[in-house]
């Protein structure tokens, strides 16, 4: 795969946190960043950020800590 800005082969890239603004929720995210002209690749929500939420929200849910 190569990056599409600067064209380096990219074997690995940097994942940066941020946070995602839908109307007037906040998600937090994960941007996909190119090593070499850090330029970014992608943006999502971060599904493991999501899921850890979640399962905090069940257990407090639930009477747990």
Same mark, same amino acid.
């Given at each position: 795969?190569? !990056? #599409?800005? /600067?064209?380096?082969? +990219? @074997?690995?890239?940097?994942?940066?946190?941020?946070?995602?603004?839908?109307?007037?929720?906040?998600?937090?995210?994960?941007?996909?960043? !190119? #090593?070499? /002209?850090?330029?970014? +690749? @992608?943006?999502?929500?971060?599904?493991?950020?999501?899921?850890?939420?979640?399962?905090?929200?069940?257990?407090?849910?639930?009477?747990?800590?």
């Amino acid at each position: 795969m190569e !990056c #599409p800005k /600067c064209e380096a082969t +990219l @074997s690995t890239v940097h994942a940066k946190s941020i946070i995602v603004r839908a109307r007037r929720d906040d998600w937090r995210g994960i941007a996909y960043v !190119c #090593p070499s /002209c850090r330029s970014i +690749l @992608s943006v999502q929500i971060d599904p493991l950020a999501t899921q850890n939420d979640l399962v905090a929200k069940i257990v407090k849910s639930l009477g747990g800590k």
